[in-house]
């Protein structure tokens, strides 16, 4: 796993973790200065500075080595990988700031990201069309990452026709819906499906451990993948009904995915702050299945949904693969900060106090201090 890492793009992800650092500080911004209620440019710009800037263009930099070492095919035209991985990352980190700042280069910046990322995509797909010919195990995975691409590339379509909506003079009436379609296919569709998708294959790295529970494989991805469609759809639809059959599919795919992750980290050798990163990570997701239960019920939790989504279930397996590069009692601190902030975010949008998520967004700060001194003093160069 570290060899994967380490062979990811640097630069990128260097600019993933200071795009991680800026949203928190933004989040004290936003949470001291602005207040917490109602979806206002600024916390438009976090939501994005967190989903692109730190979540995707992480990964997006792993699956170029990822790939090949879980597939057996060598990307087609790795300079040209690396322009696209380039070029979103000028988006990635742009176009939150335009919402701070410069709305009016929002749909240009809109159309710089779809623009690059179905570069990557197309070329990501033509390096996975290889794998066809390879064994049952490879065609599986290149599958699976086929499929997760594809949705992130209609997640940025989506993405730019909203962007590019904002230029006319009257908002189209249409404009509420498919935010929120984009919004869940995003955090459920793309993110969601490819922590699923790359664990499945990375943890078995971080442990030496392989999963046991074959029928829980099966009901992550056939539920997962359709659920989150279903709900995507029911939300861009206005159907309540269809969005309560994809929300209960996901329902079942998180739960199915805690039983094998929970018992692959029981018989897990590796080490124990990396394996308590993956546990919390699995708790936060379960937790956000109730939040997002509770939301189409009609509670005000769609806010807190998002965000342990986000820095909860997302970010905290993202946090688990870079701690297994970490120093261990650094990265204890990190951890336990982290996980503060995950739980005053969602206590201080939960009830309404800013002061809470200023909170939150301190811990996380200190926690990212952390995990920087935690991977640096650990650091050691492959030849």
């Not at 066809?132 to 990452?145: D, Y």
């Not at 026709?161 to 459920?188: K, S």
């Not at 995507?232 to 639809?237: E, L």
Request: proline share 3%; hydrophobic share 65%; net charge positive.
């Amino acid at each position: 796993m570290r060899e994967l890492l380490v062979r990811a793009p640097r630069w990128a992800l260097a600019l993933a973790q200071l795009a991680h650092a800026a949203s928190w500080v933004l989040l004290f911004w936003i949470a001291t200065s602005q207040g917490i209620v109602g979806l206002t440019p600024a916390a438009i710009a976090w939501i994005h500075l967190v989903a692109l800037g730190w979540i995707t263009l992480t990964a997006l930099a792993i699956l170029i080595p990822l790939i090949p070492a879980t597939t057996g095919v060598s990307w087609k035209a790795p300079r040209l990988q690396h322009l696209a991985l380039a070029g979103f990352a000028v988006g990635a980190i742009c176009f939150p700031a335009a919402w701070l700042a410069f709305e009016r280069a929002i749909p240009a910046l809109g159309g710089i990201l779809v623009v690059a990322a179905i570069f990557y995509v197309a070329l990501a797909l033509w390096t996975l069309a290889g794998a066809a010919r390879g064994e049952r195990v490879e065609r599986a995975v290149a599958r699976a990452f086929s499929l997760s691409l594809l949705i992130f590339a209609v997640v940025a379509i989506i993405g730019a026709t909203l962007a590019g909506a904002l230029a006319a003079a009257d908002i189209p009436a249409w404009f509420g819906h498919l935010a929120r379609a984009h919004g869940l296919l995003a955090l459920l569709g793309w993110l969601t499906l490819l922590i699923y998708g790359v664990s499945a294959r990375t943890l078995r790295l971080l442990f030496a451990v392989h999963s046991r529970l074959l029928f829980a494989h099966i009901v992550v991805g056939t539920l997962g993948m359709a659920g989150a469609v279903v709900l995507a759809a029911g939300a861009g639809a206005g159907s309540l009904a269809t969005m309560w059959v994809g929300a209960v599919a996901m329902a079942i795919a998180a739960v199915a995915y805690a039983v094998d992750t929970l018992d692959i980290v029981a018989r897990a050798q590796g080490a124990m702050v990396v394996r308590s990163f993956v546990v919390a990570s699995v708790l936060w997701s379960l937790v956000a299945a109730v939040l997002g239960i509770g939301t189409l019920l009609g509670h005000h939790w769609g806010d807190a949904f998002g965000y342990v989504v986000l820095v909860g279930w997302v970010g905290q397996m993202l946090d688990a693969h870079l701690a297994s590069l970490a120093r261990p009692l650094p990265a204890w601190l990190s951890f336990a900060a982290f996980q503060s902030a995950v739980l005053y975010g969602l206590v201080g949008l939960l009830s309404g106090i800013a002061a809470s998520v200023a909170l939150a967004a301190a811990f996380g700060g200190l926690g990212w201090c952390a995990a920087i001194v935690a991977i640096g003093s650990n650091y050691r160069p492959i030849e």
